[in-house]
């Protein structure tokens, strides 16, 4: 076994000149050209997006006469020494894939001109390998109208082919375990299977045969490598992960400021605004200085920084301000683009000024830019080299970044292999958004947003599961606040939640960069020996734990136990799901048993608070483990060691549900000391006993206002137990918590919305499950999941009763969940009931099972058939809250707005906090504080402001003002 940096050099018979060198135990870099002059370096390491490496890597050569082996540790490649044909072999010796004709680089005179693409000259190449019978292909970037797995597509790596394309990559990954990587930065194309079935060709005009052929494990495996081979993706800033919102291409700085505030007004989180490029005052052609347009964005020349500007209203409020910048043309015929020397020059005086980041994009759309007519006689195709936005990507990062300290947020609708590394993609709308982000995740690129679909319930659900979310106005009105309202608390709901998952987010974001895994994994990535699993393209799992679908109501669950995340009903799979979206959702989602979800709580933008506090989801369930990544957010110290991480587990044995918190590894600055753990466990039976590192807790009513220490709570209704944990980051061992289940049945939950096949376990389910369907049923007015659901509750109550005064006890034991279910609709069960002495008559005990069965089904149905009767339960709390607006300088009580609505307070209570996610208060103190902050920015006294938010006392008004913002309303004025 040898070990040399030195390439072999091979001569077919054939006249090519072959050269391989292994660059690591797994990879090969072969170039094949009739010269033997092997130019340095060669186009991907010219453009930065492989870097040479330095490292021997031991290979072993075998020479026999017909062939040769050139192996290392991980795989080998055997070179047919007459024809050049590759054979590519794992550790193991397993065949994962072979050329099955000669390869060429530049076209003999005598070959027959069917074997050269149209327009080929001398120095084109083309190659192929076969394909086994059930061999997927993926990767090779984003094109409109091509599915996920490649096998059967031809796929041009260009952008003027006629189609819509974002960023063509010319990487392919096979589920045979091989990947290969073009080594050109000139237009060719992939025929993976769609000319001859069994083979992919691959086939370019101009330049020698170049590629990197590894060798690995299952998909996530390739990707890894591949990011082994190009460098590591760019970790956005942690606000990046929050929601950008683009304005409208005439936006004026009042129109930008009025976008703005907008979001806080109405309480939607939003962290990045952004401006196209109308901003400045001329066409930016990298040559020259730029300026703001002064009609639109007027800023004083004498004072250019501080507080007064846009910009400083923009941070004052929590936004980063990004600048559009429109690309170079560097699409004609031969021309490479050439930036400026020291062009960055010009952008500093903006990122001085607290500009953050910038939208690189193309003067007109991609879609229309592609479709463009070409001359007939324009031969420039043939020579068209692929654009550079990595380059001016890699400029304005490394500018940035030398400049501030700081990680901007680029973010580009056209690049090449490599552009993860300095900048984020997006694109605008297409159908099935979802697809270019899996497409482009399969690629090697795992920051890839769509254009929120925003007057679609199921487009702004797609839109907040992706790597980043963006709403982008560009030359349209797509605001939130312009929808109607069941849209608009929709889009909020989706953002509140959003923003808590931001640490859950941000460290996939980090396994992304580290491994090449991205944020949002296509089904094949995750479930590879699931053959239904891999033919899924409408659904996808959005990092470890969460299942999403798009754009559909026909779900596929793999293996295993499924949450449904807005019922919290479970699910066994494999199995087939005709979906009902809940009206407060706008498309399945799912959590897979076993997944550990950590959550901040209710922020506005990312950092507006410390999160010193953090939510645990558990959802039980077998063995999950989860690694939290934090650092500062915003500097590159993450990549210097400035990191913190912690392991956290769980598992479920035997009915004892087990979490261990491991230690917290690692610092960065500003890290908090002491952390609140807020555990949540989705445990469908009340626990017997809890445990902590040992010691046993009690049980509480489950305030958690001023909580009990070394307590717990449980909610039936949602089927959460909840624990508060003390933390401190110089801990040095796990705290482990132990939750031992009650001795209820071990049974599975099913549902009418499932379909299972022969092989589901979907048996019954104890009766406290039963119980919380009855009351979700009672609550969402579902007559038919209600009566199914007790039904089932009384046949395995029935087994138990043994006599009719067990009959009778289970029957009262039902009535007092009616008439709990009674209350939070503001009414008595009597009430209810009305007029009908026949009903009335069923309120009495009976001791005959089938009667009392009866008298059940008929009162849970009237039940529901009042709540209906009752209206839309969004109109009531619409009527509420237009009240708290319109009167919010006054004191207001929740018995004061429920009398006026003819309303128990109670059931307002509850469904005020159900549908907005806030207690009554709660809402009440954020409009009056957000409303007393904008008065004091405009210039209001304190006095004033306290007076018209409805705060009588000002030293009160003081207290509370500073509690909520962290400063006092003089420090605000200020």
Same mark, same amino acid.
């Given at each position: ?76 490649? $055997?070179?047919?020494?007459?024809? @050049? %044909? #590759?054979?590519? /072999?794992?550790? &193991? +010796?397993?065949? *994962?894939?072979?050329?099955? =004709? ?98 992919? $060709?691959?086939?370019?005009?101009? @330049? %020698? #045969?170049?590629? /990197?052929?590894? &060798? +690995?494990?299952? *998909?996530?495996?390739?990707? =890894? ?750």
């Amino acid at each position: 076994m040898g070990s040399s940096r030195a390439a072999m050099i091979v001569l077919t018979s054939t006249g090519l000149h072959m050269r391989i060198e292994p660059i690591a135990p797994h990879t090969f870099h072969i170039r094949i050209n009739r010269t033997g002059c092997f130019e340095a370096p060669s186009p991907l390491v010219r453009l930065g997006v492989v870097a040479p490496s330095s490292a021997p890597v031991c290979w072993e050569m075998k020479m026999r006469e017909e062939d040769m082996d050139l192996s290392t540790e991980s795989a080998s490649l $055997r070179v047919d020494r007459r024809s @050049g %044909e #590759l054979s590519l /072999y794992g550790a &193991a +010796g397993t065949l *994962l894939t072979r050329q099955n =004709r000669p390869p060429r680089s530049g076209y003999e005179t005598q070959a027959d001109p069917g074997d050269a693409p149209a327009g080929a000259s001398d120095d084109g190449f083309d190659m192929q390998f076969a394909l086994a019978a059930e061999e997927r292909i993926y990767g090779l970037g984003d094109q409109l109208d091509t599915p996920l797995m490649k096998r059967g597509c031809k796929i041009a790596i260009s952008f003027r082919n006629g189609k819509e394309v974002h960023a063509p990559v010319p990487l392919l990954l096979s589920s045979e375990r091989w990947g290969l990587l073009m080594d050109t930065d000139r237009r060719h194309e992939f025929d993976v299977g769609c000319s001859s079935p069994d083979v992919v $060709r691959i086939r370019g005009n101009r @330049g %020698e #045969l170049a590629f /990197y052929l590894f &060798a +690995g494990g299952g *998909l996530a495996e390739l990707l =890894r490598k591949y990011t082994e081979l190009t460098g590591p993706a760019a970790l956005l800033p942690v606000w990046a992960y929050g929601l950008s919102f683009n304005c409208n291409q005439q936006a004026t700085a009042r129109d930008m400021l009025e976008d703005a505030m907008k979001f806080r007004r109405e309480g939607i989180p939003c962290d990045m605004i952004g401006l196209e490029p109308a901003w400045m005052d001329r066409s930016f052609d990298y040559d020259g200085p730029i300026n703001w347009n002064p009609d639109r964005f007027y800023i004083p020349q004498w004072l250019p920084k501080g507080a007064h500007t846009f910009m400083g209203a923009l941070r004052a409020a929590g936004f980063k301000l990004t600048l559009g910048l429109y690309l170079r043309d560097d699409s004609d015929a031969g021309k490479q683009l050439h930036l400026p020397e020291n062009w960055y020059e010009y952008l500093k005086p903006f990122v001085a000024q607290g500009v953050l980041g910038f939208n690189l994009c193309t003067p007109i759309p991609i879609r229309e830019m592609a479709n463009a007519p070409v001359a007939a006689d324009d031969r420039s195709e043939d020579a068209e080299s692929l654009p550079h936005s990595t380059a001016v990507s890699r400029s304005i990062r490394e500018g940035f970044a030398a400049q501030t300290g700081l990680r901007p947020m680029i973010y580009t609708p056209v690049g090449y292999t490599g552009i993860q590394k300095y900048a984020a993609v997006w694109s605008g709308g297409r159908s099935r958004s979802h697809l270019s982000v899996l497409g482009l995740g399969l690629s090697g690129i795992p920051h890839m947003a769509v254009d929120m679909e925003l007057h679609t319930a199921a487009g702004i659900h797609c839109g907040f599961f992706q790597p980043w979310s963006k709403v982008n106005s560009w030359a349209y009105w797509r605001h939130p606040l312009l929808l109607d309202q069941e849209l608009l608390l929709l889009f909020k709901t989706y953002a509140r939640l959003r923003y808590q998952l931001l640490p859950y987010i941000y460290s996939a974001a980090h396994v992304a960069a580290r491994t090449g895994l991205p944020i949002a994994r296509a089904m094949p990535l995750v479930f590879p020996d699931d053959p239904r699993a891999v033919v899924q393209q409408n659904q996808y799992m959005f990092g470890d734990a969460f299942l999403v679908a798009a754009f559909t109501d026909q779900v596929y669950l793999p293996t295993g136990d499924w949450y449904d995340y807005w019922t919290g009903e479970k699910f066994t799979g494999p199995a087939d799901i005709s979906y009902r979206v809940p009206k407060h959702a706008g498309g399945p989602l799912f959590v897979r048993a076993g997944a550990i979800v950590p959550m901040w709580p209710d922020m506005e933008y990312a950092g507006q608070r410390p999160a010193e506090r953090l939510e645990l989801h558990v959802y039980p369930g077998g063995s999950g483990e989860f690694t939290l990544y934090e650092d500062d957010g915003v500097t590159f110290g993450y990549a210097h060691g400035e990191l913190a991480v912690t392991s956290i587990a769980c598992r479920e044995e035997r009915r004892v549900i087990g979490v261990e918190l491991g230690p917290c590894v690692g610092r960065y600055p500003d890290m908090p000391e002491s952390r609140i753990w807020e555990v949540v466990v989705h445990a469908l039976d009340k626990p017997a006993a809890i445990k902590v590192d040992g010691k046993q807790w009690r049980e509480t009513s489950g305030s958690f206002k001023k909580p009990s220490p070394a307590s717990w709570s449980y909610d039936r209704k949602a089927g959460t137990l909840r624990l508060l944990v003390p933390d401190s980051a110089e801990r040095p061992d796990s705290i482990r918590l132990e939750m031992s289940l009650s001795r209820g049945r071990e049974v599975q939950r099913t549902s009418e919305q499932q379909r299972p096949p022969a092989r589901s376990n979907a048996g019954q389910r104890t009766a406290d499950e039963l119980e919380k369907e009855i009351e979700v049923a009672l609550e969402t007015g579902n007559t038919a999941k209600m009566l199914s659901a007790l039904e089932r509750w009384w046949s395995v109550r029935m087994a138990e009763a043994g006599s009719a005064e067990g009959v009778r006890e289970h029957w009262l034991a039902m009535n007092s969940l009616f008439v709990r279910g009674a209350e939070r609709k503001g009414r008595t069960l009597h009430e209810i009931a009305g007029g009908d002495p026949h009903l009335r008559s069923r309120l009495q005990p009976t001791g005959s099972a089938e009667d009392a069965y009866n008298s059940l089904a008929q009162l849970a149905a009237r039940i529901i058939e009042y709540g209906k009767e009752q209206g839309d339960t969004y109109g009531i709390i619409r009527q509420a809250t237009d009240i708290i607006m319109s009167e919010i300088d006054r004191e207001l009580s929740l018995h004061a707005i429920a009398e006026r609505l003819h309303l128990n307070s109670s059931y307002l209570s509850r469904k005020f906090k159900q549908e907005l996610g806030l207690s009554f208060s709660d809402y009440v103190l954020e409009k009056k504080m957000r409303r007393a902050k904008e008065l004091l920015l405009a210039g209001s006294t304190v006095a004033a402001a306290a007076d018209q938010t409805g705060f009588k006392d000002a030293s009160y008004f003081n207290r509370v003002f500073r509690k909520y913002w962290g400063v006092t309303p003089g420090e605000m004025k200020s």
